[in-house]
């Protein structure tokens, strides 16, 4: 029997990165714990207040019952840190993950390391649905996780339920290359369509399009805790749909005939992850606008320095991704403070030339 030719190289299921040991220096899941736990406890003390982090730690701990400890500096600063700078950690960290995890998943459907969480059309859906809310006389504000990120997400939802459907209309609705080809090209099909609404809007939408432009450039500077009760459950829920697949991934990486011999149902099992998938993309989406090169960077990362078993892959990138995107976030409110950069701007410094790395270490193998 031939072996199929693969989408990209994919060694053999928890095989180690050609030519790169397994790091063994540190156990890879708590030393992750550790930086993202040293990363958002450094956030919480920066901002345009500088809050020293003896003053961070009383305040949390005085949201504790019967305790009372002497706080020194302004009583504004108990605002910041609980109700301000806590519940943007926390959504940054989510959607980090959310990316992240996304973005592994999808390089392990199609075989490709350069796969992307917005593929089928994730981002351009949900910035159509932002400013399809951002346009009408809907209150934005509205419920405090409010219209915007709703629309966001439907309209995510609905970007990716139509990439599938065009696919699946031309003829390609099993599973192999062909399939996959018809999937990704039906996605760019739909990304240019909703793009094409989005910038229409914000040509003639005037003074009223100009949130348009901080969603589709991810912001953070809306969180609260409200948002982050009402969204976490989508994006647990993708998370769930993904976790029982981390052995299938491996298998995955092999040749999708092997894995049907195997007794794997190759195009349902596919479809499952997508799904999946996509709605952690859609989530991250609703939670922060669109934010680039995460779902891309950090996979690939996780990738290079532990290998390609997904079983361990999966829970660091999840990891790792929130760390990255709270560090990003962080960086956002400082580099021109107290004006406040789009953390996507941050993220695409830092992942645009990672992208370029890594075309060219590909191109050097080949």
Not at 224 to 250: H, I, K, M, T
Not at 324 to 347: H, K, N, S, W, Y
Request: some cysteine.
């Amino acid at each position: 029997m031939q072996r199929a030719e693969p989408l990209d190289e994919a060694p053999t299921a928890g095989a180690r990165a050609p030519g790169r040991p397994r790091s063994r220096l540190f156990r890879p899941l708590p030393f992750a714990l550790l930086v993202l736990a040293l990363t958002a406890s450094a956030a919480t003390t920066l901002g345009s207040a500088a809050i020293p982090a003896t003053t961070v730690v009383a305040l949390l701990l005085n949201q504790l019952p019967f305790v009372a400890l002497p706080v020194e500096g302004p009583a504004s600063w108990e605002r910041i840190v609980v109700d301000v700078r806590l519940p943007r950690i926390a959504i940054a960290g989510v959607t980090g993950a959310a990316l992240a995890y996304a973005g592994a998943t999808y390089q392990g459907v199609f075989r490709n390391s350069l796969a992307d969480p917005y593929l089928l059309g994730v981002a351009s859906g949900a910035g159509l649905g932002a400013a399809v809310a951002i346009m009408s006389p809907l209150d934005t504000s509205t419920y405090g996780f409010g219209w915007v990120p709703l629309c966001a997400f439907v309209g995510a939802g609905a970007a990716v339920t139509l990439t599938y459907v065009v696919a699946r209309a031309g003829g390609e609705g099993g599973a192999g290359r062909a399939a996959d080809t018809a999937l990704i090209l039906a996605g760019v099909a739909v990304s240019a369509v909703a793009s094409a609404v989005t910038s229409f809007a914000m040509l003639t939408g005037g003074e009223r399009a100009q949130p348009i432009f901080s969603f589709l450039f991810g912001t953070l500077n809306s969180a609260n805790w409200e948002r982050l009760l009402v969204g976490s459950p989508y994006a647990l829920l993708g998370a769930a749909v993904v976790v029982p697949y981390a052995r299938v991934l491996n298998v995955l990486q092999l040749d999708e005939q092997q894995a049907a011999e195997l007794g794997i149902d190759v195009t349902r099992t596919k479809l499952v992850l997508l799904a999946g998938a996509s709605l952690l993309a859609a989530a991250a989406v609703a939670f922060a606008g669109v934010i680039g090169f995460v779902g891309l960077v950090i996979p690939h990362v996780v990738r290079m320095v532990y290998g390609h078993d997904y079983r361990r892959l999966l829970p660091l990138a999840a990891v790792l991704g929130a760390a990255f995107l709270i560090g990003a976030d962080a960086a956002a409110r400082m580099v021109l403070r107290p004006q406040e950069v789009p953390v996507g701007i941050v993220t695409a410094l830092v992942g645009g030339p990672f992208f370029l790395y890594v075309l060219r270490a590909r191109g050097g193998r080949a």
